[in-house]
């Protein structure tokens, strides 16, 4: 398929084309959030993972494949040690750390020059060295899930970065409402929507606004002015004079990368809330005031019903109409209020539920780019630099190949966070269009044919992937074998055999070849490498390499 007819296949310009899988998603709900009863097969365990993991492999695969859907979830669930800290790997100038050595502890001293620029390379590297290394587990999924929840931006110190990233992976499977309160006094959230700003004399009701619009229950329709379904105008500056006093460091202890608490800055006079939260009086509480307006808050239900709805958009799909809202957002609801939000339980049911298994939620998302990328890293398995200063180098260079396919961490466009999870109609279309399509097929291309970092050849290893297949000199299985590892529905015949005859991959021919060579021809090595480079690089481009 051509550029110009895999664009219009993605942007839904072909709808005669379009498999079912890409069209129907949620929108007929014949199924629903009771456990998935049906086959496991292959198809339901590469989708589970695909879903959950940054780019499964193979092996994990055939794996979960094996264990069975209880087992893999208990596996994707396991309680992880965090990442060991970020180093340096390209900075020595930094008089207390070392090149190699970790400066999350260490003070920012912006008079030394490239000190932060150097903690932010690392930064970007240590975050992608995190998901090359997830494997099957759910934490890194959770993790950026949240980062696009909770977002903060334009933080110029790099510990308070990694702090607030620490806060993300400590509470990922947690406790929602203890996560809300953690993240409220989070020294990069209190310097990004101006917390640290908030003082009695000058309230600043930024947070407040996105606290209660985007981080817990959501405006609601318009009810009258300045009146929505969930909380009023007044309702944000009542709350943004309850959360006063915070500052993101204390004063007087600037290498510290924490939250302090003034009284002399905080309102302690009484704030009277509307209607929307029944006209509760909020008294003074000093340093725990805060957690008195969460509490508020979460007495709501629609606090549940909020962020279920984004749970089922990042998992599932963008589609909620009224059958999703009552038969799976609702059910998830109430799980998570009985649950007093811990979100684990909720998360686990949605996933093992019979409506996430059904054929029309397989291949209705469009892969964001970082799960594009690691889809090409991680299942094939690409071989790093065992240098692990050389590693971070090129984990940071392809964090910021990131950049023209307008996915970067810590950078987000807004506090509503990426467009493809909130922006209706378009959802996760936004991820294609005519300039990051071609990105995309570039960085494939580029990660097939294999590039030079600092005397390293960074390249995928096709011959060690297509060996760990089941058959490979049978062309028919070894085409059909990738399309299950890569693709979420199978290919029709004729596509498999365009693509045979596309690459020379066709009986009688490539049987002896492979067979030869894998039994020890090593003559015939260039010529089925490029027979299998050609093959992939085809397959990575095809439409159906960018839905999931």
């Known amino acids: 398929m051509n550029r110009r007819a895999s664009l219009a296949l993605l942007m839904g310009k072909q709808k005669k084309s379009i498999p079912k899988s890409t069209t129907a998603a949620a929108a007929t709900l014949t199924n629903t959030f009771d456990p998935y009863t049906g086959i496991w097969g292959f198809e339901q365990a590469a989708h589970l ?144 929507l101006n917390g640290t700003q908030n003082s009695k004399n000058a309230p600043n009701e930024n947070y407040a606004r996105e606290l209660l619009e985007l981080f817990t229950i959501g405006k609601g329709d318009a009810a009258g002015p300045g009146d929505y379904t969930n909380y009023t105008e007044d309702d944000v500056v009542q709350i943004a004079r309850a959360l006063t006093g915070w500052r993101h460091f204390d004063i007087d202890d600037l290498t510290q990368v924490q939250a302090s608490f003034n009284p002399n800055r905080h309102d302690t006079d009484n704030k009277q809330l509307s209607h929307r939260f029944n006209e509760v009086v909020i008294s003074d509480a000093g340093a725990d005031e805060y957690k008195m307006v969460i509490d508020i808050i979460f007495q709501k239900d629609e606090v549940a019903r909020f962020i279920s709805r984004k749970l089922y958009r990042w998992f599932v799909h963008f589609d909620i109409n009224s059958d999703v809202e009552a038969n799976i957002i609702e059910p998830m609801a109430q799980m998570l209020i009985a649950d007093n939000y811990e979100v684990e339980p909720t998360i686990k049911a949605l996933l093992s539920s019979e409506h996430f298994y059904d054929i029309s939620i397989r291949g209705c998302m469009i892969t964001h780019p970082i799960d594009y990328l690691f889809k090409i890293v991680n299942t094939f398995e690409l071989e790093l630099n065992p240098d692990i200063l050389q590693e971070y180098n090129i984990l940071r260079r392809l964090f910021t190949a990131m950049v023209p396919l307008e996915m970067v961490m810590y950078s987000h466009p807004n506090v509503a966070g990426w467009k493809a999870y909130y922006q209706a109609p378009q959802f996760y279309k936004i991820w294609i269009n005519a300039v990051t399509l071609p990105v995309r097929m570039n960085y494939s291309d580029a990660l097939s044919e294999g590039f030079n970092v600092s005397g390293f050849q960074v390249k995928l290893n096709v011959l060690n992937f297509v060996a760990s297949l089941d058959n490979p000199a049978d062309p028919d299985d070894l085409i059909t074998e990738v399309a299950s590892i890569l693709f979420a529905q199978p290919l029709a015949q004729e596509q498999v055999d365009s693509l045979k005859s596309s690459h020379g991959i066709t009986n009688p021919e490539w049987q002896d070849e492979y067979l030869d060579y894998s039994t020890g021809n090593t003559s015939l090595e260039p010529a089925i490498e490029n027979k299998l480079k050609g093959l992939i690089k085809t397959m990575l481009k095809m439409p159906e390499n960018y839905l999931m």
């Not at 590297?125 to 334009?154: P, Q, Y």
């Open 49 to 192: 993972l695909r879903r959950t993991t940054f780019g499964p492999t193979y092996a994990q695969i055939k794996q979960a494949t094996s264990d069975g859907l209880d087992a893999t979830l208990s596996m994707l669930f396991e309680n992880q040690p965090l990442p060991a800290d970020p180093i340096y790997y390209n900075f020595e100038n930094d008089p207390n750390v070392a090149n190699g050595e970790s400066w999350v502890d260490e003070p920012t001293n912006f008079a030394i020059t490239g000190l932060n620029g150097g903690r932010k390379r690392s930064l970007q590297g240590w975050s992608f060295k995190a998901i090359r290394e997830s494997g099957m587990n759910i934490r890194e999924k959770m993790l950026l899930f949240w980062h696009n929840h909770f977002v903060v931006a334009d933080t110029n110190d790099s510990r308070f970065q990694h702090k607030y990233m620490t806060v993300l992976r400590e509470n990922a499977l947690g406790n929602f409402k203890e996560f809300v309160e953690k993240i409220t006094i989070d020294p990069s959230m209190l310097q990004y």
